[in-house]
């Protein structure tokens, strides 16, 4: 992904397909943002985690806020679980949710316990606007009931994560990060199981986006591009301290 596009100015899937007739659907859709794909991906506040230098405060506003994601993202899984073709399409997604409500959860409650996070900040501070509006599009595309836009919703947040943390991750391979807070998030999102989990998704995006009729096609990558652009506001916010 290289290259700068006009907001809304891509070339449509058709087009772009005869054109890189090697590639696939979720290939497409991340070069429709590929500016946005790479600010989420290289975003200093990414770097910051990869040395392990985010202030305590943004760290625990940061941890806060991504566990919200946590409700409406099993729901949403669960649902693309629901409406997969076959038992093999299911069965990846099944045992991802496993680990999101397992290890993944169980990593926000120590953090919180670790980091002195009170009750009061963990419910009672206000999500933000890019937290809100992440929650909202999980909750949109569970809603169409259309499979692509879940799958697309999905494989942008696991897409991006990947993304950030294996490169952050090669760039201290010696030296990562001592807390645990900031290690495990980073081995969560990395080695051969995740990159299993984000391929399985980019999988299903190759197999039913073919076939997407052309409003179909335009709700997917509409999901696919506001998924990452939230993603972006979600870093800066991050970074802000806000």
């Known amino acids: 992904m290289s290259g700068s596009t006009p ?3 891509f070339m449509d899937w058709p087009e772009w397909h005869d054109a890189n007739p090697k590639q696939g659907f979720s290939q497409w ?3 429709t943002v590929a500016d946005d794909w790479h600010a989420v991906t290289c975003h200093p506040f990414t770097d910051a985690w990869g040395q392990g230098q985010v202030p305590t405060e943004n760290l625990r506003r940061y941890l806060v806020q991504d566990h919200r994601f946590l409700d409406r993202f099993v729901a949403l899984l669960a649902g693309a679980v629901s409406r997969a073709p076959t038992l093999a399409d299911r069965i990846p997604g099944c045992q991802f949710l496993a680990l999101i409500t397992g290890k993944e959860n169980t990593y926000f409650e120590r953090c919180f316990t670790a980091l002195g996070v009170r009750n009061n900040q963990r419910f009672g501070t206000p999500d933000w606007d890019a937290t809100k509006g992440f929650k909202d599009l999980m909750a949109d595309a569970l809603q169409s009931a259309s499979y692509a836009n879940m799958i697309a919703v999905l494989a942008v947040a696991e897409g991006t994560y ?3 943390a294996s ?3 090669k760039s201290v391979p010696t030296n990562p990060p001592s807390d645990f807070w900031f290690s495990e ?3 969560l999102h990395t080695g051969a199981y995740f990159e299993s989990v984000v391929a399985y998704l980019n999988g299903q995006l190759d197999t039913i986006g073919p076939d997407l009729t052309d409003i179909e096609r335009a709700a997917c990558q509409a999901s696919f591009a506001k998924a990452t652009k939230l993603e972006m506001d ?3 916010t991050a970074q802000a301290g806000e």
Request: no cysteine.
């Open 234 to 236: 979600f870093f800066d």
């Open 185 to 187: 998030w980073i081995d």
């Open 167 to 169: 490169r952050v991750a």
């Open 162 to 164: 990947l993304g950030w």
């Open 29 to 31: 859709l991340m070069s």
């Open 7 to 9: 907001a809304g100015s």
